[in-house]
């Protein structure tokens, strides 16, 4: 892992330039550039965002590529005039579908929850009926889901459990990638 920290005190923007460094804002100068074959994974702040999705589908959005051939593909199969070119289409579909893993994609996004403490038991709930820390829990599991290379956490750790904490850290610690993380040295 290749680590990076900005810390600063509250307002000092750090949030603002690591959404600059996601692509969520557009630098006032300069420029943001990321290999095309490199995926950035950002824990999203908004525990409140993918309420109306089940948890196992919140995870599963954590790679967006995947998740909209995924969509595609189930938007093509139903489809009661299956033409040709759907055809055509959904073999495309599956080619890519295949070269990500998304055939274990669910089953890896199952285990991965499991890891990190979200019972099997909610892995069908919707986000809406979890608690705050359990949220938060899922949307670590979210950001880390399919392997990013370049991983973006603004304080990781509030309302996390220390096992939490110390399986985040552990996992980051043995894990390939480049991590950037945010802290407010005054809490």
């Known amino acids: 892992m290749t680590g990076y920290g900005i810390i600063g005190a509250n307002g000092s923007g750090k949030s603002t330039f690591l959404k600059v460094l996601a692509g969520e804002l557009k630098p006032n100068s300069g420029s943001i550039e990321l290999e095309s074959t490199k995926r950035i994974s950002v824990l999203e702040q908004n525990h409140n965002l993918f309420d109306s999705y089940s948890v196992l589908e919140t995870v599963l959005r954590g790679n967006e590529k995947l998740f909209s051939i995924k969509n ?19 073999g495309e579909l ?36 979890l608690e705050g ?10 950001c880390l889901f ?14 996390l459990d220390y096992e939490t904490i110390i399986w985040l850290v552990d996992f ?16």
């Open 72 to 90: 595609e593909m189930d938007k093509i199969y139903s489809n009661e005039n299956f033409s040709d070119s759907d055809t055509e289409r959904i």
């Open 94 to 129: 599956q080619i890519l579908y295949e070269e990500m893993n998304g055939w274990n994609s669910e089953s890896d996004a199952a285990i991965l929850l499991s890891n990190i403490g979200i019972a099997e038991s909610l892995h069908n709930k919707e986000m809406k009926t």
């Open 133 to 142: 820390f359990e949220k938060v829990k899922v949307l670590i599991a979210q």
């Open 146 to 159: 399919d392997n990013p290379d370049v991983l973006i956490m603004d304080e990781p750790t509030n309302d």
């Open 172 to 187: 980051l610690t043995n894990y390939e990638l480049s991590l950037i993380n945010i802290s407010d040295p005054t809490r």
